[in-house]
């Protein structure tokens, strides 16, 4: 494939096939571009498209025809409606641009029949073993349930996750006058409607609901016309009473697809093919046309057909991958609006706003300001006052904000004693303006170090260690508490220090502690097999525990946290895959939960009564078998009962053999339903990294306290520099003395904008 595509076959004469040809047909009027689509060309799914500014813009520099058409067409708004319980919020500012779906087919194969694409509608496309075999290039746009990609199942590898809730694309005729979102509580449960405009007197609607409720409620059991009108009836009041129509419609569940690669040989998908995301982001339509411009650019810059593809791959991956992951965020607020319900109003709203972390406090202040404000006012921020920088108590410890130092393991100890360094690393974080300052893990045994550079609290020499560096914290950061945070390696010590090869045992053998645990069950191949606890070295190991707390206390430190989390002992009793124990502390997750609970009330009875404790939780194992979100739930809860101020909840690192789905704030969800269901406070953590994320999540009341790690190593004094850049000077965070000179922030030098992806000659 080192000639450039001359003979092109397009699969699916959706958008995303339809700007394909056409923008590949005008980069190269000689190109031979066949598209196949086996509907008619005013057989569509769904009524009304919405585009955003960005994608508009690529279409405008790529083919200024096309873009003409379009703008002639669209209706544009920039208010939200969030109806609920009776209550209408409005949040503007947003900017949306949608037409008919039919009439962008419309526009887009008039332009190919312009350029000369020979479109052939109402015709399956041949194998495609016989297109790849003709063709320089197939580019595969035929959707979510592609043939193409089946074919070619084992080279694409697709992933589909069928999601649980049921809805239906509908039309109303009257515009909307805003992107509205309607809530409906009924007797059989919660159903959402979904709706925009996108002509000057037509609506598109879309009906949302559990599967369970769709059951319940009867609507599975309708033919589809009458479903149709028993969603009328339920949502009378936002379509004025007008009927909704169905066209094609079904009920359907949405499917996630996932490839692990989008081209095989001289065939690529686009557009659902290759990637689907939520409806609840608008994202279809406009990821493939973004598709289809990438294509086009990158075949236009790289003449081999292979490198081209590989570029369009490594353009666009980054791109669909953080969409999908908004997505995905925004189709499990939906499928777990129930648990919102009883929020306050404006905080539902903003939640709602904000769900899938593409808007967040910052841009919707832009947006609109006094809808902001008033979220704010309602949270109980103080006029001016950021929400991370609101007060809160935990237990009896007042916190002047929002913001945690999260564990981080420093591995800079001799013989479990923290030195100079430990003084400079949390005495530097302890001066950034954090509300709380938590230690690494301490450890509660010289046996019970994850390595030997692991601290300890099983010495008065650590005593007196950590004592100065808690009293340099009170005297130099008045206002900032300082946390302990206690726990055992388990299964996972003896190793070498993490920059030595993280979970690998000491390389001398003879250096190596011999471990313990709930199971002997290795952490992973090349790991020691740690020895099954007997109940003399439980009781010995509970012992153990409160006599580090006893000191801890001694030492001034203000919260303690009891580590129950990423597979060391206390989490390797909870989690089904490291616990195969056949006592009273194995089986049920009741019995999983006896000896952290045990440990737990050893540790209370002897903590002060005034300073609060917690628990980290690993929320998820992230492995098939595992602890789930409802373990998690039932965890948290039963630490709760026992008298935790607050669950900081983590995921995974319990088993190596994990599948983790990173992204930005991936672990918040689990933190957030353990809050609403239990009613505990919550820390979350997990790839928050910006004082914007922090400020939404608290405000859409899906967090208490923010606890971030690797920012605070990037930059101890991370708070204070988050409070300049917000302007705020108030009691929520301050400045040491010897640094209010450095309190503004410095000038920054010009960025200039990204040059448009494709421009072509007008």
Known sequence: ??????????????????????????????REITLWERNAPDETFGFGVVLSDETLGGIEHADPVVYAALREEFVRWDDIDIVHRGVRHTSGGHGFAALGRRRLLDILQSRCRQLGVDLRFRTQAPPLDRLRAAHDLVVAADGVRSATRTACADAFRPRIEEHRNRYIWLAADGAFDAFRFEIAETRHGVLQLHGYPYSADESTVIVETRDEVWRASGLADLPVAESVD??????????????????????????????????????????????????SIGSG???????????????????????????????????????????????AWFEDLPRYLDQPPRQFAFNLLTRSRRVTHDNLRLRDARFTEAVEREFGCPEGTPPMFTPFRLGGLRLRNRVVVSPMDMYAAADGVPGDF??????????????????????VSPEGRITPGCTGLYTGAQETAWRRITDFAHTRAPGTAIGVQLGHCGRKGSTRLMWEGI???????????????????????????????????????????????????????????????HGYLLSGFLSPLTNRRTDAYGGSLAARLRFPLEVFDAVREVWPA???????????????????????????????????????????????????????????????????????????????????????????????LCALARPHLYDPHWTLHAAAEQGYTGPGVGWPDPYRAGSRPPRTGRLDTPRPRLSLPR
């Open 1 to 30: 494939m080192s000639e450039r595509a001359r003979r092109i076959a397009v699969v699916g004469g959706g958008p995303g096939g339809l700007y394909a040809a056409a923008l590949l047909k005008r980069l190269d009027p000689d």
């Open 230 to 279: 028993a969603c009328a009836k339920i949502f009378a009041d936002a379509l004025g009473g007008r009927p909704l129509k169905a066209g094609d419609s079904a009920w359907l569940t949405f499917r996630t697809v996932v490839n692990d690669r989008w081209s095989h040989g001289n065939c690529v998908l686009i557009g659902d093919a290759a990637h689907t995301a939520h409806f």
């Open 285 to 331: 339509t406009k990821l493939a046309v973004e598709d289809a411009l990438a294509l086009a650019a990158c075949l236009e810059e790289h003449p081999a057909t292979d490198a081209a593809l590989r570029a369009y791959e490594a353009e666009r991956r980054p791109v669909v991958a953080s969409t999908q992951r908004a997505a995905r965020a925004s189709l």
């Open 422 to 443: 430990h003084l400079v690393h949390l005495g530097a974080r302890a001066l950034g303006g954090a509300g709380l300052v938590m230690t690494e893990m301490v450890c």
């Open 503 to 565: 979970d690998e045992p000491l390389p001398d053998p003879a250096d190596n502690w011999p471990l313990v645990a709930a199971s002997p069950i290795p952490y992973k191949e090349g790991s020691q097999t740690p020895a099954e606890l007997t109940a003399a070295q439980l009781a010995e190991l509970r012992d153990q525990f409160a006599a580090a707390a006893r000191r801890a206390g001694r030492a001034g430190f203000d919260l303690l946290e009891l580590h129950c989390a």
């Open 610 to 704: 005034d300073r609060p404790l917690t628990v980290r939780i690993s929320a998820t194992d992230w492995a098939e078998g595992g602890t789930t979100a409802d373990d998690a739930v039932a965890i948290a809860r039963a630490f709760g009962a026992h008298g935790a101020a607050a669950i900081d909840v983590s995921t995974g690192q319990v088993v190596a053999a994990e599948r983790p789905a990173y992204g930005r704030s991936y672990q918040v969800p689990y933190a957030d339903r353990i809050r609403a269901e239990t009613g505990v406070p919550v820390i979350s953590v997990g790839s928050i990294s910006s004082w914007d994320d922090v400020n939404s999540l608290l405000l859409a009341g899906r967090t208490d």
